[in-house]
Nanobody, 117 residues
Framework: QVQLVESGGGLVQPGGSLRLSCAAS????????MAWYRQAPGKQRELVAT???????NYADSMKDRFTISRDNAKNTVYLRMNSLKPEDTAVYYC???????????WGQGTQVTVSS
């Protein structure tokens, strides 16, 4: 069982920045496809960004110019750098890991990001 623990969320003013972190347990992190999702109140969960073990990245169109996903395999951690935040970015942000060998997916508990003045 893989445990994912997100951190770094909080309250930020419009135009501000945050960096979210997601730390994974175990020794197989290097084989995981990692992703960030978000879910705003009353809305479906949506994909934000993905990163493969080889560090290929993909972003939702509305976020690709402001958000950056990265990973540090030595620390078993994936990051999401968010710049120029807008009130509509307010959501719970979730980390997801998919084992490339088993296709089993794991989710973190989420971290709240609130963008408000």
């Amino acid at each position: 069982q893989v445990q994912l623990v997100e951190s770094g969320g909080g309250l930020v003013q419009p135009g501000g920045s945050l960096r979210l972190s997601c730390a994974a347990s175990g020794s197989q992190f290097v084989f995981y496809n990692m992703a960030w999702y978000r879910q705003a109140p009353g809305k479906q969960r949506e994909l934000v960004a993905t990163i493969t073990p080889g560090r290929n990245t993909n972003y939702a169109d509305s976020m690709k110019d402001r958000f950056t996903i990265s990973r540090d395999n030595a620390k078993n951690t994936v990051y999401l750098r968010m710049n120029s935040l807008k009130p509509e970015d307010t959501a719970v942000y979730y980390c997801k890991a998919v084992d490339t060998w088993t296709s089993i997916a794991y989710w973190g508990q989420g971290t709240q990001v609130t963008v408000s003045s």
